[in-house]
């Protein structure tokens, strides 16, 4: 696994914006992707995860009245260790409020949307990646398509939720797409470490880019960091600009 810390001063080194496999990379539709009638699964390892990594394919999916139900497996509360402005207890309530108004943003209905919460600890599920293989399986039925981020993102839980949601998707026998979040942000040169042949590209209209990017900023208490204590912001600037480019990309 890879880990990644996302600098500034990196960006303009980064696989989004320099690696000139993206251009070739296959369309794909979202009909092609979801059967019409089939219920798309999104599980998120942490409250903003939705939006950054499929918000537009969540917008997709919600216009062509596909039954959506998202799995949160943290509440985020441990994402400012040390911090007194967001300590855990004010982050516990505070994040999940934010993915309320994020999922808003987006225009899902929010009154038939179906939204589990896990409460799993942050930054410890690769030490719990059976139990959440089993947790989310139990939320499966069949003819469900399942999405949840890359296992070799570069994230420890996301790579944990990636794996323990592949084995969900073999337990309940259901389709299993992963997305990259943090692996764009890999220097290009390690973009051979891309499984560039699992590409298939899903084209975002300016409408719905704007509506992702505007949800991404509910998450106001991931914007900025408190460099006295050494917190960098959990969504820099250089990821809110990537995520205003017109797809999404999914390895199926």
Sequence with gaps: MKSVFISESSAPAQIWNNAAQLDNIPVINTQSLVPEGARAVVVAPHPGDEVVMCGGLLQLLSTLGHPLQLISITDGSASHPGSQQWSEKRLSVFRPQESVEALRRLGLPMHSLKWIRGGFADNALAEREQQLAHYI???LRPGDVLFSTWREDGNDDHDAVGRATARAAAIAGVA???MPVWAWHWSNRDQGLIPWHRARKM???TWTVARKSHATHAYASQLDGEPA?????LLPRVLLERIRLPYEIVFV
């Design 229 to 233: 204590i050494g917190i960098a912001p």
């Design 137 to 139: 399986a139990r939320y």
């Design 176 to 178: 299993f797409n992963e």
């Design 203 to 205: 084209r975002l209209d």
